[in-house]
């Protein structure tokens, strides 16, 4: 069944509330969409990049009820790490996906979600490899160098924190200027606390969707930072952030077993 | 003449290891450089990532960190939770390319006078030859005329 077909009945029986999925926008653009009534799913569909499990934690989406999520893999971890984080409820979403026939599946469960995730494995694509690794093949000098040459674009508008389905604090430390921890303005200083602190609060939650690298206006690889944090907790905590949804958060756990090489 | 360049070394420490260890060095009259400023506290888990960034924005050249070894924190698991954090941070911090020689993580506890006066002789004398971090602290006054 395609997801269109899904989408109305879906909607037509009141099972969901609403089908969010993509839809054709601007110059051959994708963009997310909204279904609320079985009138408006004819231009559904499951290709787009933006990560949709960034709408269900919000007010005006929750209030609806029920939704369907037409769920890539990335999307998938995001809505998994949100129960996770218990800012969902497993009764609140339906995933949509395509099983390897080609037909929509819903996945109603958590567990459902896990099992389809197992069957791909979790890959960082190849462009962001390979510039992770020349970064970490440079000295520490020249990494500075690039890192203060990316940064030294950013215009501080938060596009990364506002595309990212994990960053849903009602007020986020950006915002507090009691203490004012990071300078406002985009200046040198205030850019790399900036970038700093977001990594550090995504690090163990970040699904990898690499929505905030795309979501940037001056294209600054910023998901190469989570994407760091995510993979030193992954190395050295052995959990990924979307894996799971009983899942603790990496930094707020602890073994006594950690192994670490530095503390003298 | 210009002066030597003398570095400027944060510590921030436990309350309830550390500072008693570094008082004991105070106490059993063990002379170590007087580099090293000491920031007290509650625990190590308390320390927020950021603070070490704004101790390097503010002027220092170096940080220690320092608490109770695992097992002995005072609040049962601070130290481990802290421990987990700077896992992470230390890596971030080396990507972004800030320099984590300067920053030297260390168990410190009330009964090791000795060990942090050594500690803090160490660092400062490491960092005396690294020279200032003028690099992070170029950004502070980044702009500003």
């Known amino acids: ?264 | 003449m210009t002066e030597p360049f003398e570095p400027k070394i944060t510590a921030f420490v436990c309350n309830w290891c550390t500072y008693a260890g570094a008082d004991l060095t105070g106490t059993s009259r063990i002379k170590y450089q007087s580099n090293v400023r000491v920031l007290r506290l509650p625990c190590t888990g308390r320390i927020d990532f950021m603070l070490l960034a704004k101790a390097f924005a503010r002027g220092a050249d170096g940080i220690i960190i320092s608490g109770c070894h695992p097992n002995d924190c005072h609040y049962t698991s601070g130290n481990y939770h802290a421990r987990r954090r700077w896992m992470i941070y230390r890596n971030l911090m080396d990507f972004m390319g800030i320099d984590t020689a300067r920053i030297t993580f260390s168990w410190v506890s009330a009964a090791e006078g000795a060990k942090w006066a050594e500690l803090v002789n160490e660092v400062t004398t490491g960092i005396r030859a690294m020279g200032p971090y003028t690099e992070y602290k170029q950004l502070a006054n980044a702009g500003v005329e």
């Open chain 1, 1 to 264: 069944m395609e997801l269109r077909e899904k989408a109305k009945q879906l909607l037509e029986s009141g099972e969901v509330k609403a089908v969010i999925g993509y839809e054709p926008g601007t110059q051959g653009a994708r963009r997310p969409a909204f279904a609320s009534s079985a009138a408006r799913t004819g231009r559904l569909g499951f290709e787009g990049e933006q990560n949709l499990a960034s709408y269900v934690t919000r007010k005006e989406v929750k209030r609806l009820g029920r939704v369907a999520v037409a769920a890539r893999p990335p999307v998938l971890r995001a809505l998994l790490q949100l129960m996770a984080e218990r800012q969902i409820k497993e009764q609140e979403v339906l995933p949509l996906v395509l099983d390897a026939d080609g037909q929509v599946q819903e996945l109603a469960t958590a567990q459902a979600m896990e099992e389809h995730l197992a069957l791909s494995p979790q890959q960082i694509p190849a462009r962001d490899r390979e510039l992770m690794d020349r970064l970490g093949g440079m000295t520490r000098q020249e990494r500075w160098d690039f890192w203060q040459g990316e940064l030294s674009r950013c215009i501080k508008c938060y596009a990364c924190r506002n595309s990212c389905p994990m960053c849903y604090c009602e007020h986020c430390t950006m915002d507090c200027n009691r203490p004012q921890w990071v300078p406002v303005p985009s200046h040198a200083l205030g850019n790399l606390e900036y970038h700093m602190v977001r990594a550090m609060h995504l690090a163990g939650r970040c699904v990898e969707c690499g929505d905030c690298g795309r979501a940037c206006p001056v294209g600054i690889p910023i998901h190469l930072l989570t994407f760091n944090a995510e993979e030193s907790v992954h190395a050295q905590f052995g959990q990924r952030a979307g894996a799971s949804s009983k899942l603790d958060y990496a930094l707020s756990t602890f073994r006594p077993d950690d192994k670490e090489t530095f503390i003298r």
